[in-house]
Each structure stands twice: as C-alpha cells, then as structure tokens.
C-alpha cells in the first residue's frame, strides 16, 4: 500500500491539517454505476443510466454531451447538491478517496465539499450572493472552515483574487458580484472554488456564457491552477474546441449514459461511436475553408421514454436491428478505449 | 460583377442613457457609430465580435426596426430612411429577419399556421387569404418541417425545430434579403449543422442574400462570404472570407481568430495565443483615436489621437478593409481546404430534413424545451425486410416517408 503524494504537504498558503482522505495511488474518484432519475408529474425522466468513470491527480478529463445528456446531474451527484425529491438515486456509488459519498452521514459529506471536492458553475452571477461583498464572500470560506479571523481571512481572499488575475484586488475586494464584468465573476467563482484547496475540482460550462477572447484567459487559468495544486479536473462541456485544448481523456455522454470513453487524441483521430464521430462531422472549423457539413438527423430522446436497446438508435445510421433491442454495454474495443456500440470496430476502422 | 442590394453609409444608433430624478440624458450608448458596408446580392456576409459590440442594434438597423441616430441605408436604390407609411411597408416584406432565440422570439400563444401567416396579414396583397394554409404549409415543408403540424404550439417543437419556425416566417414574403441574429447559436452542434445547411440550401433556391450575425467565428466562416468584424460600434475589419480568416491584419481580428479554440488536439500548444488583457470598453464611454488602443499590443500615441479610417490596406496577397494604422498580415490559424472531402453517410447526413419533425410528439409533457421528443416510430415492430439495408430502415423508421418528399 503506498501514498503517492500526500496533499498539501507542501503548500503553506493552505494551513489546513492533512486532509483525512488520502488517495490511493492518484486514483481520487470512483463513480461506480451511478443512477439518477427525476420523479415528475410527466413520468421517470432518467437522467444517468449507469454511468462509471475514474478521476487521478492532475488529470483533466472532460464530459461531453449536447444539452440534457446528464453532464450537470452527473456533476451535482457528486457534489450531492441533486434536490431529492425530485430527484433519486436508485443505485450507484461515488467514492472519493475510497469512501463512498453517497452513504456518508450529511454532516461528514458538508465537510467534503469545499476542502475536497468544489464546483464552479456556468453563471457566475446566480451562484454568487449579492448583497454581500465578493472578498468577503471569498473570505468566509476561510472564516467557516479554517477558522481565521477577520482580517487574516480578509487577507487571503485579496491573495487568492490577485492569484486569480482580477487586476487592483485591494481595491476591489469590497466590490459586489454586479461591478465585475463576467470574464471577472468567473474568475471571482473559482478563486472561491479553489480556497479551500479542493483535491477535485469541476467545472460545469465555465466559459459557456463568456467571449472567446474571455473564454481563453478562464481556460488558462484553470489549467495553471490545475497544474500548480495538482488537481483532479471535471470539465464539463458542450464545446469540442475547448475539449481537444485541455483534456487528457474524454468520456461522450448520450441519454444519461457514456457512449464513448478514451483519449482526447485518439477519439478525434478516430472516434468510437457514431455519435461522437456525427458530432465531429457537424461542427464547423476555423481553420477549415470548403467545409460540408453533415448533420446528426433528429433529436435526442425524452428521458422517460429512452428507446429500447442503443438510446442512439433512432439516429443512427448505423443501426441494425439488434440495436433496438440489446443495450450495448461500454466495453473495452481497443486498449485504453471503450465504446457503447455493437458496431464499434466497424467505426474505428472509418 | 455582383452588384450591391444594400448600402449602409455612415449608420449610427445612440442610445440616450437617462439618470438622476429629472431622468436627464446624461450620456449615449454609442452602439454603432459609423458603419459602412455593401452587401451583395445572393451573397453572405457575416458579422462578428463580443457581445456588446453592436451586431444587434446595427441588425435592427438594416431593417428599420430602429431608426438611426444618423446615417443612410440605400436598399436596392432606395433611400430606405426617407420612406414613410405604406412605401415603407411595402419595403419591409424584401428586408426581413430571424432573431436569435428560438425560445423567445415565437408567441407561446399562437400556432404555427399562425406564427408564420402573420407576415400574410400585414401584407394582405400577398397571398389572398384563401390560399394561406396552402402557402403556409408550403413553407414549412421548405424548411423541413411537417405541413401537417400547422396547428401545433411552440412548445411542441424542439430549439432547432423552433428555429425553423421563424426561418420560415422570415421567408414568407419573399424577401431579398434576410438578416439572421444569432440564428444557431442557441442550438447543439448537430442541430446546428442542420439549420446552417437549410439555409444554405433556401439561399440557393430562393437566390436571398443574407447579413449573418454572429459571435461564434468558425459558423460564420462556414456560411459567409465576405466578413465584416466589429469592435465597439464600429467595423474593424471588413473583407472576403479568406482575407479575414488567412490574412488579418486587425490586431483586434488576429487576437480573436486565435482566441477560438479548434476540435484537434494534435494543434495543442502549436497554435499562437494573442491573449487581450482587460474587458471591452463600455460603449458609453469608447477610448478615442482607435477604439482598440487600449488592448492593442501595438498601439503608439497616433492611434489614442488619430481615429484609423476603415479602407483597403495591403494584407500580402492584395488588400482589403482595415481600421488599423499599422495594419499588417498575420498568419493565426493554417488553414486546410477541405473542399474535396465527402462526409460519411454512415454517420451523418447532408440533407436539411429534420426527421425529429415527422415524429409524433407523445403527450402534453413541456419541461425542459429540449424534451420534446417523441419515438412513437421506435417502439412498433422492425420496420422492413430483415435483408433491408440499414440505410432503408433509416428512411422508413425516422422519416416516415419516401426519400424525395422533400426534393422541391
Ligand atoms: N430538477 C430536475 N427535475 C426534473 N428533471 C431534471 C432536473 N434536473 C435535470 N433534469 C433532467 O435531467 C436531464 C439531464 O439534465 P442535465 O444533467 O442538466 O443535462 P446537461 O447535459 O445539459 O447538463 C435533463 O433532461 C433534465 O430534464
Ligand atoms: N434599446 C437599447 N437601449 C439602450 N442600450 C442598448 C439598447 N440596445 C442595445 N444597447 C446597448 O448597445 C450596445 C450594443 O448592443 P448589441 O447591439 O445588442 O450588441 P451585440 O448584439 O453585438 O451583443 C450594448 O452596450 C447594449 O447594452
Ligand atoms: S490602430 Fe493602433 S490600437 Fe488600433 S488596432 Fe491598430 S495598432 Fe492597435
Ligand atoms: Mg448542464
Ligand atoms: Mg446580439
């Protein structure tokens, strides 16, 4: 049994006892078969259908899907800050260090989040408060869970938004959220993600709503933090432009289920599924000129009535009839690469 | 030689910005501030930059939904400004418009038949009113919708069919030219891929000239033509698609070029970063000479004093429009051609139907906008032969119907 690295060892900035969760050579998060469904007056809308996937130190790995493939649930399941009711999880584990969040008592899990696991969101200015100063809203992480006082907590939250690149942060430390600009409220949600110094850090959309120009200074600045905490990334996106510039790995996302899992370079080199490989036939690229594009046909399904079989099948243009009745399991097709279609190593060949 | 449909000259839109108790003017929201450009007929030209820019506003203008704080607008030889009442009426139906959101800018009230007849009763000499439904449900097959869904609601269309609903009001009258806000940018990519398809197919067949805004740069590459790239009320560059895009010679177009990100990894770290320290100015208040100076890697004292006069500057190859007094190409993204490569039918399709459409929609369920899906078709038995070929059960089980349905 061997510790790779013992967090914070090393970081003075964080002044916080070892953390209790240790993770097992790198190996931070386990999310185990994870279901989720919504109980609505419209019916069961399942949301996650048995989704697995690991998550290292350091590692960047980006969950792609277009909107309603469970990319946000999948996100707040972990966090456990999912509204139950309406929504369930019927099965599934999410383990962080080993320990399974979804069993812990509450007020061991509050603790989690924060310190271990922290989440920025797409819209900045809804998930801060504001009626209260950003810095002290960054401060009273330090004042909650690290116990310092005022001015010490006042203090760090001025480094940490220098740290984060909000020029004059002595100044504006007393600013409320609706004097920053977008680009600046991100930076101001992550600083207060980051204070803590979170082993896992996810990110849901954090650029979705940001120019491109603004876009590629956020998207810097989580790699360089990533990079200088060593962190665990989830990057949850829509966005291939953005995936193919940050991930390690990818897992596609279709109905609440994976349907593609394997290397950023691999999976646009050669997808592995005919929905990740339409995707990437129907995004229009900068740096191509005399482009066709080609769409996926239809609509992704309702959640309370997945298709039988592949969720995919209806649009699918590969589909065979065994796609409307077996569900194809997400197996290893090629070493270090996994699919969710029958046909797999038809589609990897091109 | 192509001639011009539209000229904007000179066009600019202050906003009055009103404050204290008196509500006095105190200040204008400089939104667009002295535009000028042609379009071409049958051609695209798209428009881009950051929110706030003004694409918007200059939009509204070219339409006259708004009327300009100064400036003329010349629309296939008339001064479309100096027109009032029933001329300008008439002007209206070849000028018209798709708005950005697809969610928004239908009434939730209204059917479709009635969503895209409305153009018909404000222009009654159109269509006489006993061939609307006709006309109506022609439209919809045009933009790849089922005709029979003529009484339906908004609500039961998903974003991208919605879309499609206001592309087809804005062609009803037949214009000439159709100016497109925003028109996909709320839509996943691969409905996405099918609305930009529709309209380049409509173009073809309906020889339309369009003005395209937009923010995402690789869309409009697609689509347009020529490109004009604003910063803050005015036009910062302005030129073919391949000088924008291969030759910049903005410091403000060659920084957003490389700001957007490409679906290739192997590019990883090989492309060049401009990165643009600071936000956009406010419009209320634009830095003088140049408007860029302020995040311009380039800028000496001329460009805070001496404001950069938009016209044709070398880019290399030749020349094209420029607002900058040291304008000079730069190469930030290689550029592939990829004309000659065919996507594989197997995966995805060309064609601009939305099969999605022809579904029954099962229920009254109106959650999430995007939830409207309906797989009637999936749950009966294997449609076909078993022999059938997969491209056969594909036809018959998504689009319900024979292949040339839609050839019109
Ligand atoms: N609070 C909720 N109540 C009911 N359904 C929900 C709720 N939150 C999410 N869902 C459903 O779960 C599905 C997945 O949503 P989400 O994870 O937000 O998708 P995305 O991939 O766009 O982030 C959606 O179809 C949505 O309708
Ligand atoms: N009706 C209006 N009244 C006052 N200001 C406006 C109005 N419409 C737009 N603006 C302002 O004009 C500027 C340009 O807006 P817009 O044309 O919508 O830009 P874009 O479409 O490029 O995002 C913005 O600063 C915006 O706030
Ligand atoms: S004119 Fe000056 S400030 Fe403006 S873009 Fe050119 S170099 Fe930069
Ligand atoms: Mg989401
Ligand atoms: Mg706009």
Request: one cysteine or more.
């Amino acid at each position: 049994m061997s510790t790779i690295s013992t967090r914070r060892g090393n970081r003075a900035e964080a002044a916080a006892a070892p953390s209790k969760y240790q993770p097992q050579d790198g190996l931070l998060l386990e999310v185990d078969d994870l279901f989720v469904e919504f109980h609505t007056d419209d019916g069961v809308a399942k949301a996650i259908n048995g989704v697995s996937f690991d998550l290292r130190q350091g590692e960047t790995l980006a969950i792609l899907g277009e909107s309603g493939s469970g990319k946000s649930v999948t996100a707040q399941a972990i966090m456990g800050i999912l509204d139950m009711p309406p929504a369930k999880i019927p099965a599934g584990q999410v383990r962080y260090c080993g320990h399974d969040l979804l069993t812990m008592p509450e007020d061991e899990r509050r603790k989690t989040r924060g310190p271990e696991i922290s989440m920025i969101f797409q819209d900045a200015l809804s998930s801060l408060n504001p009626v209260f100063p950003v810095g002290w809203q960054i401060a009273e992480m330090f004042r909650k869970h690290r116990g310092l006082n005022k001015s010490e907590s006042l203090d760090r939250a001025v480094r940490l938004m220098e740290r984060v690149q909000i020029p004059a942060a002595k100044e504006r430390v007393k600013a409320y959220p609706h004097q920053f600009s977008g680009g600046m409220r991100q930076r101001i949600m992550i600083a207060m993600a980051i204070a803590l110094d979170p082993a896992v850090l996810i990110a849901d959309e954090p650029t979705t709503a940001l120019d491109v120009t603004v876009q590629a200074q956020i998207m810097s600045l989580l790699e360089e933090l990533q990079q200088e905490r060593e962190m665990g990334l989830i990057l949850i996106t829509h966005d291939l432009g953005v995936v193919a510039d940050v991930a390690d790995k990818i897992a596609v996302m279709y109905a609440g289920r994976i349907v593609e899992r394997a290397d950023v370079y691999d999976i646009y080199a050669r997808p592995g599924h005919p929905y990740t490989r339409g995707l990437l036939d129907s995004i229009p690229r900068l740096d191509q000129k005399g482009q066709t594009l080609s769409a996926i046909g239809g609509l992704p399904p309702n959640l309370t009535k997945i298709p039988a079989g592949c969720a995919f099948n209806p649009r699918c243009r590969m589909a065979d009839h065994v796609c409307r009745t077996d569900l194809p399991p997400l197996r290893e097709v090629e070493p270090g690469r996994e699919s969710a279609c029958h046909f797999a190593e038809e589609v990897l060949r091109g | 030689m192509a001639d011009a449909i539209l000229t904007a000259t000179d066009l600019v839109k202050h906003y009055p910005i009103k404050g204290g108790v008196l509500r006095r003017t105190v200040g204008h929201v400089k939104a667009v501030d002295g535009v000028s450009f042609q379009l071409m007929r049958g051609e695209t030209l798209g428009i881009v930059g950051e929110s706030g820019c003004g694409k918007s506003t200059l939009g509204r203008l070219l339409m006259r939904l708004e009327e300009p704080t100064s400036g003329t607008l010349d629309f296939d030889g008339i001064d479309m400004y100096s027109k009032k009442g029933s001329e300008m009426r008439k002007l209206r139906r070849d000028i018209q418009i798709v708005f950005q959101d697809p969610y928004t800018s239908l009434n939730p009230r209204m059917t479709v038949g009635d969503i895209i007849g409305e153009p018909f009763d404000i222009h009654p000499d159109v269509v006489p009113k006993a061939g609307r439904r006709k006309a109506v449900q022609d439209l919809l097959d045009m933009v790849g919708l089922n005709p029979e869904h003529i009484n339906r609601y908004p609500h039961q269309f998903s974003g991208g069919q919605r879309q499609r609903i206001g592309i087809a009001r804005g062609i009803a009258l037949n214009p000439k030219v159709l100016i497109c806000d925003e028109p996909v940018s709320a839509l996943d990519v691969s409905v996405q891929a099918q609305v930009v398809n529709l309209m380049e197919k409509l173009q073809d067949e309906l020889g339309l000239s369009y003005v395209f805004i937009a923010h995402d740069l690789s869309v409009v590459r697609h689509i347009s033509d020529r490109v004009g790239v604003m910063y803050l009320g005015r036009m910062a560059e302005l030129g073919n698609e391949d000088e924008v895009y291969q030759h910049p010679t903005h410091p403000y177009t060659q920084a957003l070029l490389s700001a957007v990100p490409v679906p290739d990894p192997t590019l990883r770290g090989k492309r060049e970063q401009i990165v643009l320290t600071g936000d956009v100015p406010s419009p209320a208040n634009p830095p003088s000479g140049c408007r860029f100076h302020t995040r311009c890697w380039k800028a000496q004292e001329k460009c805070k004093v001496d404001t950069p006069e938009l016209i044709e500057r070398p880019d290399g190859v030749g020349a094209h429009f420029s607002a900058c007094h040291f304008a000079e190409p730069r190469l930030v993204i290689e550029t592939v051609d990829v004309s000659d490569v065919e996507p594989d039918e197997r995966f995805s399709s060309t064609e601009v139907v939305d099969p999605g459409a022809l579904l029954e929609r099962d229920g009254a369920a109106t959650t999430a906008a995007d939830d409207v899906v309906s797989d009637g078709t999936q749950q009966g038995e294997p449609v076909g032969e078993p022999d059938a070929s997969r491209e056969d059960v594909f036809r018959e089980e998504v689009r319900g119907d024979a292949p040339d349905r839609r050839d019109i």
